[in-house]
């Protein structure tokens, strides 16, 4: 049970005892609001309910977290009484926010929504989950009703409430109440401190919390970024904030480690490691450690989405809906916080629930005792009265008797007349109540929709307003005047024409009613929008007599309805026109024949620009980029934002290849010059693709893909240029795919395997250990070809796990068979460097095996090392610290192998096969024997690969080289062909090994 559910169940006696009131309050409201409703829309907007209706409600939590069992609670009060049915899918990405986990839910959901009936609508609740609905809105929900509730990111909610099918309400914490009541507490506070994470919820969480520094000119704004520490670091942080530091906790996961903790843990680790109150502008942790704050009432933010849902299920349009950007509030504090940190009780707001608090016996009784005294001071009274009476009553009977007679005869006629003047008085007060009521309701309607009723004598031409004409068209007119003169005075000549053709056809029985909107007269800031509505009063001749109606301003309509109408076909962001406007412009070029290219732009290394500067300053290079490519435009040349850092460019009536290389060049050369952003020079490359219309295809899908494969083609050979599309690299697209499949495959159905190349010591002739080289079971491809699709789609880390997992196990395996442990080594690519848990899950495989680490050697090359960073440095680290063995492979083809030689903790260089085949010849010998002195001069063994002639051999052992490998004397061998080789001394050249 939540905070706020405890509190509730405390003050349910305290409510019960106004029940009665807020009931006849709530009837009245709802009476007038219908009455209202009833004046202004007319019976034509009464709506029928449909039938039973089916809504997904997409969660980007799991059911566990805090603010999700509100928010469904808050969607099922609605849709139980619609009979709206809600079902309900977790992305779990609070604890599982990658992209990984993402696409497990996409083809997940992608799956559930092919074999099941088509949803009615879908509610989104906070931003992973907006995110994947505008990812996949065209594929998974298309043209369907979508809203969305607990999004903080307001850029992303805009951007999203923009599309016709998307509305919903943006949730706005309250950080500034939230400081405003810590102030009150702690006025001699001269910092905040806000805990945040690098979540889609937590960005949007601190970029408000960062928003406010300008409201608080005397605080010092500092934000701890959870991502940066790890939780021990974190604690340590928090122990050192003082008295003067006003704590607020926003998002806490995950740390630099990936460590998770959940909400609870999370609220008990601030309370541990803090000496002062922790403030919550968000739902939970109250009771549990934190001291509270304002924050969201989740459940009402579910009744609201649940609403929108159930609005537009009865028929009203999604594209006239706007994003609602009002958040329900409530104060709530830990009352037994509040006496430890010694705040005193007349700073709490009235308003606010208090968790913890005992209540006094006093006041839990209060009502009851109030009630019976009144009780017994009011039996007082009577029997005081009863008394007196008792006593008077003796004294004046003897009178009373005389009298009564008479008495009774005169009261019996009075009883008469007042009986008939009481009934008169009875219906005229309730005939001045009912009219006075209906006054009331009419003038609040009048005043709250901004609207006058107007009526219109046809036999006097004159017209007639109830309500203040003068205030909605911003002029001062008479509510009496000439009709004709009425137009004149108040509309456009051509809008007053049209009014005059709305009416007329209502008079002819051509339009069932009068429906229309007009201009008001005057300059462009003070005209208005005007929406007349109305219907006739016919005579008894059957002809109209009289003409009866509505007068709206219906002027901030029209206004949103423009903008609504630009923000769909106009990126929010650089303004340019959006895929939508591009897609139309290119379906009439193709429709009317023309001839043409499409252009797909794409910044290089855009990434790397967000990462170092920051996603606004990102967002401002976008801007500046759009506005250098306006410039160079012209009348052939449309420019539009496909999303993302791709801009799509439409060349139109261009036939030849050097018009459109021509309008290329010039796209490319408007990238020379740099673009300054916060005082900083900064220089953007570009990738382009080209695909021309119609010779490619005219299909619009088609030639945009063409373009696509074009681009990524540029990036693969080097980025900064640009290419046409041709049939080929939809080949080696198609090639590729295949590969990534094969590989997939493989990892799944054990599809790979290791062969084993010796590697042979010159000195004694026997094998000193072995490369294990990587093969598909399905020989079709070699590794030359597979190899570079796993870097690429990321797959290399994986089959390096296997490849360690089989080259430890084989290991294993010749130590059963009694052979001696031989190192075995095993290639590392760059790529691998994402695998940050690469070491330690080799070290684990090697300590179940009980395999010292030194029988594993990690073979390198010189390109890991040209990343010459953090990265690399503690990953080469690790190496050395877990003990394992690190060769360089392929020495001698790159450009620092010499200077790398001199700091790398490497065992063995390995020299690649093009220096002995260039070097082992004639006088140039010596240089192949003055890199074994460098190496030997370094205390690293040297290794010559891909050695094939026997005369080679000699040269090297001559030169003192510690090793060869190469098919002089064996090929890669499957597991069992080695062991029948294991220790034979292969300088006595063995026949049946040599290539």
């Given at each position: 049970?939540?905070?706020?559910?405890?509190?509730?169940?405390?003050?349910?006696?305290?409510?019960?005892?106004?029940?009665?009131?807020?009931?006849?309050?709530?009837?009245?409201?709802?009476?007038?609001?219908?009455?209202?409703?009833?004046?202004?829309?007319?019976?034509?907007?009464?709506?029928?309910?449909?039938?039973?209706?089916?809504?997904?409600?997409?969660?980007?939590?799991?059911?566990?977290?805090?603010?999700?069992?509100?928010?469904?609670?808050?969607?099922?009060?609605?849709?139980?009484?619609?009979?709206?049915?809600?079902?309900?899918?977790?992305?779990?990405?609070?604890?599982?926010?990658?992209p990984e986990n993402k696409q497990v839910f996409y083809q997940s959901l992608k799956f559930k929504l092919a074999q099941l009936p088509t949803y009615d609508a879908v509610i989104v609740g906070d931003d992973n989950a907006l995110q994947f609905a505008l990812d996949h809105q065209a594929e998974l929900f298309p043209q369907m009703p979508i809203v969305f509730l607990g999004v903080n990111d307001e850029t992303r909610a805009h951007q999203a409430a923009?599309?016709?099918?998307?509305?919903?309400?943006?949730?706005?914490?309250?950080?500034?109440e939230t400081l405003e009541i810590a102030?009150?507490?702690?006025?001699?506070?001269?910092?905040?401190?806000?805990?945040?994470?690098?979540?889609?919820?937590?960005?949007?969480?601190?970029?408000?919390?960062?928003?406010?520094?300008?409201?608080?000119?005397?605080?010092?704004?500092?934000?701890?970024?959870?991502?940066?520490?790890?939780?021990?670091?974190?604690?340590?942080?928090?122990?050192?904030?003082?008295d003067e530091t006003i704590l607020l906790f926003l998002d806490m996961n995950p740390d630099k480690h990936g460590e998770y903790m959940d909400f609870e843990k999370a609220a008990a680790f601030l309370y541990q490691h803090t000496q002062i109150p922790v403030y919550r502008a968000s739902v939970g942790g109250v009771g549990a450690g934190l001291l509270g704050g304002k924050m969201v009432d989740y459940q009402a933010l579910g009744k609201t989405a649940a609403q929108l849902v159930s609005d537009i299920l009865a028929g009203t349009p999604v594209e006239t809906m706007a994003m609602i950007?009002?958040?329900?509030?409530?104060?709530?504090?830990?009352?037994?916080?509040?006496?430890?940190?010694?705040?005193?009780?007349?700073?709490?707001?009235?308003?606010?629930?208090?968790?913890?608090?005992?209540?006094?016996?006093?006041?839990?009784?209060?009502?009851?005792?109030?009630?019976?005294?009144?009780?017994?001071?009011?039996?007082?009274?009577?029997?005081?009265?009863?008394?007196?009476?008792?006593?008077?009553?003796?004294?004046?009977?003897?009178?009373?008797?005389?009298?009564?007679?008479?008495?009774?005869?005169?009261?019996?006629?009075?009883?008469?007349?007042?009986?008939?003047?009481?009934?008169?008085?009875?219906?005229?007060?309730?005939?001045?109540?009912?009219?006075?009521?209906?006054?009331?309701?009419?003038?609040?309607?009048?005043?709250?929709?901004?609207?006058?009723?107007?009526?219109?004598?046809l036999m006097s031409k004159t017209i007639d307003f109830a309500g203040d004409c003068s205030r909605i068209i911003n002029k001062t007119i008479s509510n009496h005047s000439n009709v004709h003169d009425w137009m004149d005075i108040v509309l456009e000549p051509s809008h007053r024409d049209h009014l005059v053709t709305e009416v007329r056809n209502y008079l002819t029985g051509k339009t069932?009613?009068?429906?229309?909107?007009?201009?008001?007269?005057?300059?462009?800031?003070?005209?208005?929008?005007?929406?007349?509505?109305g219907k006739g009063i016919k005579s008894e001749a059957g002809s109209f007599c009289k003409l009866h109606g509505i007068l709206l301003d219906n002027t901030k309509f029209k206004v949103q309805e423009e903008q609504i109408r630009h923000l769909a076909r106009h990126d929010f962001l650089t303004q340019l026109p959006n895929r939508m406007s591009f897609l139309v412009q290119l379906e009439k070029e193709l429709q009317a024949g023309h001839t043409g290219?499409?252009?797909?732009?794409?910044?290089?290394?855009?990434?790397?620009?967000?990462?170092?500067?920051?996603?606004?300053?990102?967002?401002?290079?976008?801007?500046?980029?759009?506005?250098?490519?306006?410039?160079?435009?012209?009348?052939?040349?449309?420019?539009?934002?496909?999303?993302?850092?791709?801009?799509?460019?439409?060349?139109?009536?261009?036939?030849?290849?050097?018009?459109?290389?021509?309008?290329?060049?010039?796209?490319?050369?408007?990238?020379?010059?740099?673009?300054?952003?916060?005082?900083r020079e900064v220089f953007v490359s570009i990738s382009m693709g080209i695909s021309c219309y119609p010779y490619d295809s005219n299909i619009i899908d088609q030639l945009i893909m063409n373009a696509d494969t074009a681009m990524y083609e540029v990036k693969n050979r080097g980025k900064n240029h640009y290419m046409y599309y041709h049939h080929e690299l939809k080949k080696e697209m198609n090639r590729k795919i295949e590969i990534e499949a094969l590989l997939r495959t493989a990892l799944k159905s054990d599809g790979f395997k290791l062969v084993y190349q010796p590697q042979v010591d010159l000195r004694s002739g026997r094998i000193?250990?072995?490369?294990?080289?990587?093969?598909?079971?399905?020989?079709?491809?070699?590794?030359?070809?597979?190899?570079?699709?796993?870097?690429?789609?990321?797959?290399?880390?994986?089959?390096?796990?296997?490849?360690?997992?089989?080259?430890?196990?084989?290991?294993?395996?010749?130590?059963?068979?009694?052979?001696?442990?031989?190192?075995?080594?095993?290639?590392?690519?760059?790529?691998?460097?994402?695998?940050?848990?690469?070491?330690?899950?080799?070290?684990?495989?090697?300590?179940?095996?009980?395999?010292?680490?030194?029988?594993?050697?990690?073979?390198?090359?010189?390109?890991?090392?040209?990343?010459?960073?953090?990265?690399?440095?503690?990953?080469?680290?690790?190496?050395?610290?877990?003990?394992?063995?690190?060769?360089?492979?392929?020495f001698g083809t790159g450009y620092s192998s010499l200077n790398c030689l001199t700091y790398l903790p490497v065992n063995k260089i390995k020299l690649d096969k093009s220096i002995s085949d260039q070097f082992l010849q004639g006088n140039r010998i010596k240089v192949i024997e003055s890199l074994i002195l460098l190496a030997h001069s370094l205390n690293l063994k040297i290794m010559a690969e891909g050695i094939e002639e026997w005369d080679k051999v000699a040269v090297l052992k001559n030169s003192d080289c510690d090793g060869i490998q190469g098919y002089v004397f064996s090929k890669p061998l499957d597991a069992a062909e080695i062991a029948a080789i294991y220790n034979h001394n292969l300088l006595i050249k063995p026949p049946d090994l040599k290539a």
């Open positions: 049970m939540t905070a706020r559910a405890k509190s509730k169940n405390a003050q349910d006696k305290t409510i019960k005892s106004g029940l009665m009131v807020k009931l006849l309050i709530f009837f009245s409201v709802f009476s007038v609001t219908m009455l209202v409703t009833n004046l202004c829309l007319g019976p034509a907007f009464l709506v029928r309910a449909g039938s039973e209706k089916t809504v997904l409600f997409i969660s980007s939590y799991s059911e566990s977290f805090v603010s999700v069992p509100d928010q469904v609670a808050g969607i099922r009060s609605v849709f139980d009484e619609q009979k709206i049915n809600l079902e309900i899918e977790y992305m779990d990405t609070k604890r599982l926010d990658t923009a599309d016709p099918y998307i509305t919903g309400i943006i949730e706005r914490i309250s950080i500034k102030r009150v507490f702690n006025p001699q506070a001269t910092k905040v401190v806000g805990i945040a994470d690098e979540t889609l919820t937590g960005q949007g969480n601190r970029q408000q919390f960062e928003s406010f520094r300008q409201d608080f000119p005397e605080l010092t704004f500092i934000t701890l970024n959870t991502p940066d520490y790890s939780f021990a670091e974190l604690g340590a942080e928090l122990e050192q904030l003082g950007e009002t958040t329900p509030y409530y104060y709530i504090f830990d009352y037994t916080l509040i006496q430890q940190y010694k705040i005193p009780d007349h700073l709490i707001p009235t308003d606010a629930v208090l968790v913890n608090k005992t209540e006094h016996p006093l006041d839990k009784y209060r009502n009851l005792i109030l009630a019976a005294a009144i009780i017994l001071i009011a039996l007082t009274l009577v029997t005081l009265v009863l008394i007196y009476d008792n006593l008077k009553r003796r004294s004046i009977q003897k009178a009373l008797e005389f009298s009564n007679t008479e008495l009774k005869i005169t009261y019996n006629e009075l009883e008469a007349v007042e009986g008939a003047l009481r009934r008169q008085y009875d219906m005229m007060e309730e005939h001045d109540r009912e009219v006075g009521e209906l006054n009331q309701k009419f003038e609040l309607a009048i005043e709250g929709t901004n609207s006058a009723v107007w009526e219109v004598d069932a009613q009068i429906n229309v909107q007009v201009l008001t007269a005057g300059s462009d800031p003070h005209q208005k929008w005007l929406l007349i509505r290219a499409v252009l797909l732009l794409d910044i290089d290394n855009f990434k790397s620009i967000n990462d170092t500067l920051g996603h606004l300053c990102g967002d401002e290079l976008l801007k500046l980029i759009a506005g250098r490519l306006l410039s160079i435009s012209d009348e052939n040349m449309m420019v539009g934002r496909l999303g993302g850092d791709e801009f799509l460019i439409l060349i139109t009536n261009k036939s030849c290849q050097a018009d459109i290389e021509a309008y290329a060049d010039k796209i490319l050369t408007a990238f020379d010059e740099s673009f300054r952003l916060n005082s000193s250990g072995f490369e294990a080289l990587l093969r598909l079971k399905e020989n079709r491809y070699g590794p030359d070809q597979f190899i570079p699709v796993a870097e690429e789609t990321g797959l290399i880390s994986e089959i390096g796990r296997w490849v360690a997992r089989e080259a430890v196990a084989q290991i294993v395996h010749w130590r059963n068979q009694g052979l001696a442990e031989k190192p075995v080594a095993i290639n590392f690519s760059n790529r691998q460097l994402r695998d940050k848990d690469y070491v330690s899950h080799i070290t684990a495989l090697l300590q179940q095996h009980h395999v010292e680490p030194r029988f594993i050697e990690i073979e390198i090359t010189e390109s890991i090392l040209m990343e010459n960073n953090f990265q690399t440095d503690q990953f080469l680290k690790e190496l050395k610290d877990a003990g394992l063995s690190v060769a360089l492979d392929d």
